[in-house]
């Protein structure tokens, strides 16, 4: 194996590529291609800046302002909305009371009444002539949801252990769930 010294290969190199270079008829061809492109795009824009007053002034013209005036209604409607909302925020809700007697039911024995408000009453003020049972019992887990208690429901299947308070006449009036 020889080796060619530098300038030989590079002299070869050049050959090369002058054989592999496109004739200078084939360049002005090219060349003449390129600037007809060039002027037809040039027309194109010159055609396109002389439509641009025309479009301007047909755009120019009496226009629907009905979109326009939806959308301004809408923001005002929207506003006022907010407004609305932040006023009924910043007032405090009124305290709901509960009756005094489900209160004292729930507070000193924490017993949660099941029955209305009136029977409740008439069942505490005849407390002296007909008492009340308690009951020990185990309820059902959902039980706790009829009652608008939180309730598990993965832990539906289990038993939760209650105290029922019976009037004589058999009625539930109250139930008090124990640990």
Do not use: C, I
């Amino acid at each position: 194996m020889t080796l060619t010294p530098l300038s030989e290969a590079l002299r070869q190199a050049r050959q090369d590529l002058a054989r592999q270079r496109p004739d200078s008829a084939a360049d002005a061809a090219l060349l003449v291609r390129l600037n007809r492109l060039q002027e037809a795009q040039q027309r194109e824009r010159q055609q396109a800046q002389a439509l641009l007053p025309a479009y301007a002034a047909h755009s120019a013209g009496p226009r629907s302002t009905l979109p326009r005036k939806l959308a301004w209604g809408g923001s005002w409607f929207a506003g006022a909305l907010l407004l609305a909302a932040t006023l009924l925020l910043s007032f405090e809700p009124p305290a709901l009371h509960p009756p005094a007697s489900a209160s004292f039911a729930q507070a000193d024995s924490g017993f949660l009444p099941v029955v209305s408000q009136e029977e409740w009453r008439r069942a505490m003020a005849g407390q002296a002539q007909a008492p009340v049972w308690l009951m020990p019992a185990e309820l059902p887990r959902e039980r706790l949801a009829l009652l608008g208690l939180p309730f598990d429901a993965s832990r539906a299947d289990e038993r939760v252990r209650a105290e029922l308070m019976l009037h004589a006449s058999g009625q539930l009036l109250a139930v008090r769930f124990v640990q």
